[in-house]
């Protein structure tokens, strides 16, 4: 069982950055790729960014590549997504998930992941 809490959310202009954080309890947290996934009002879940669980895999969404960044500490178990360049239409609610797929690959689909978050809100201001 992993319980996940994301935070960081908040209002930003258009431009601006901000840093989501999403720790993890238990202690198998580095045996699980972790995903970034957001859901706008009226629209389905959908991908954002992931890590595998070893790190050394990052997978983006098309609409993100460039602007966000994600990371993860296992020694704090905590995954991490900067965002930056942020647009209007980055608005959501912004969940963590985890899956339990070892090894340096990530997968994209929200039926992949096993556990999330209860979501941060991300408003950005035009």
């Known amino acids: 069982q992993v319980q996940l809490v994301e935070s960081g959310g908040g209002l930003v202009q258009a431009g601006g950055s901000l840093r989501l954080s999403c720790a993890a309890s238990g202690r198998t947290f580095s045996s699980y790729a972790m995903g970034w996934f957001r859901q706008a009002p009226g629209k389905e879940r959908e991908f954002v960014a992931a890590i595998s669980a070893s790190a050394g895999s990052t997978y983006y969404a098309h609409s993100v590549k460039g602007r966000f960044t994600i990371s993860r500490d296992n020694a704090k178990n905590t995954v991490y997504l900067q965002m930056n360049t942020l647009k209007p239409e980055d608005t959501a609610v912004y969940y963590c998930?985890?899956?339990?797929?070892?090894?340096?690959?990530?997968?994209?689909?929200?039926?992949?992941?096993?556990?999330w978050g209860q979501g941060t809100q991300v408003t950005v201001s035009s």
């Open positions: 998930a985890a899956d339990w797929f070892k090894g340096d690959a990530v997968r994209t689909r929200v039926s992949s992941y096993d556990y």
